[in-house]
């Protein structure tokens, strides 16, 4: 799976929020029973669905390696954006139209705790601005339920031995029960394993920036909207409904298993980290990851097929008097339909704000 597509499913990973019972941690015993029933009433389909919330914790002498960081509490997350270094981050450009400023912020969706706060000219562009647009909402109420089932393990549908036993190595190493791979996507389970080399990298979606910026926004009382549903992001990520791609299943635990995966994302990180665009604009030439039709395929299916759409929505929300703080995940921002060229195409004159000074 390339690190775009990682990328972006750390945000629907990070979007179940758990109700308090699970917060607490159930046995692993009821986390099992849990899976097996599938059940769909909310509460219980959200503690299925973030297994990587859940099942950290129930780790067994049997499992394979040491379990990672465990998942981070609410007065964690709070704790860390009060000590947070307070620098801008990323990448801001200023969107001016009609006599009205706009802001597209370039985002990642996981961090580090030095990051749990924005900086102060992020923070005065958001505070300025009458709407955060968000790819999606993580707050949103009604969204835990939703993720879960498009999630869930599609029917009739038997994985070849090899793999289920690939994936099952996994979700050892990820100190996650195998009972996930009757429950969950195959993709959704290999995403648990990559968040989880997120975290032994020291990268969290917890501090994810459009998680930040939501909680920030909320504070504030500023509106905050979706620019798509989880059900349009779902299908980019893991294609159409009900469905396996058992060559990309097999290229992303390809990926998990050679360790690529930990360098790609860390240089994805600090390229955003330091506000180099133009690194993030070569990344197709060194993240190894587009290298067959299909992974070209999927890339332009998870970022430029989408852009037209978050371009537009950006736009509309855009008026005389209506600032608009729009955040999408940086890679968004490069290529020959980035958010940057379709946005000028809309009437905007699109100028990028530094965050740093200059070397």
Not at 19 to 48: D, H, M
Not at 206 to 221: F, I, K, S
Not at 314 to 328: C, D, M, Q, W
Not at 338 to 353: H, T
């Amino acid at each position: 799976m390339p690190q775009s597509v990682f990328a972006h499913a750390l945000v629907l990973l990070r979007k179940w929020h758990l109700p308090p019972w699970c917060e607490q941690g159930p046995t692993p015993a009821a986390f099992l029973g849990i899976v097996r029933t599938k059940a769909l009433r909310a509460t219980s389909t959200a503690c299925l669905a973030l297994a990587a919330a859940l099942a950290l914790g129930f780790a067994t002498a049997a499992m394979a390696a040491p379990c990672p960081p465990a998942p981070l509490t609410a007065a964690e997350v709070a704790a860390a954006a009060a000590r947070s270094d307070g620098k801008d981050r990323g990448l801001l450009w200023k969107l001016s139209r009609d006599g009205t400023t706009s802001w597209l912020y370039g985002t990642v969706h996981a961090g580090r705790p030095a990051w749990a706060a924005p900086g102060p000219i992020v923070a005065r562009a958001l505070k300025d601005s009458g709407v955060l647009a968000l790819e999606m909402d993580p707050l949103a109420p009604d969204l835990q339920a939703r993720i879960a089932a498009l999630m869930a393990a599609p029917r009739g549908v038997t994985l070849p031995s090899a793999v289920t036993n690939r994936l099952t190595r996994q979700l050892q190493e990820s100190c996650l029960p195998p009972a996930l791979i009757q429950a969950l996507h195959p993709l959704a389970v290999t995403t648990l394993a990559q968040l989880t080399v997120a975290r032994r990298a020291g990268l969290y979606a917890e501090y994810g920036v459009d998680m930040m910026l939501a909680r920030q926004a909320r504070a504030a009382g500023t509106p905050v909207v979706s620019l798509e549903t989880p059900e349009l992001q779902i299908r980019a990520l893991f294609g159409p409904p009900g469905t396996v791609d058992l060559q990309e299943v097999t290229a992303t635990l390809d990926s998990l298993e050679n360790g690529k995966d930990t360098a790609t994302l860390e240089r994805l990180i600090a390229a955003w980290d330091r506000g180099d665009h133009a690194e993030l604009s070569s990344y197709a030439r060194w993240c190894d990851c587009l290298t067959t039709p299909e992974e070209r395929a999927m890339m332009r299916r998870v970022l430029d097929d989408r852009n037209p759409a978050l371009a537009r929505g950006i736009a509309g929300l855009h008026g005389p008097a209506r600032s608009v703080f729009a955040a999408v995940g940086a890679l968004h921002m490069t290529g020959d339909l980035s958010l940057l060229r379709l946005l000028a195409e809309q009437g905007f004159e699109v100028e990028r704000v530094p965050l740093r000074p200059a070397p």
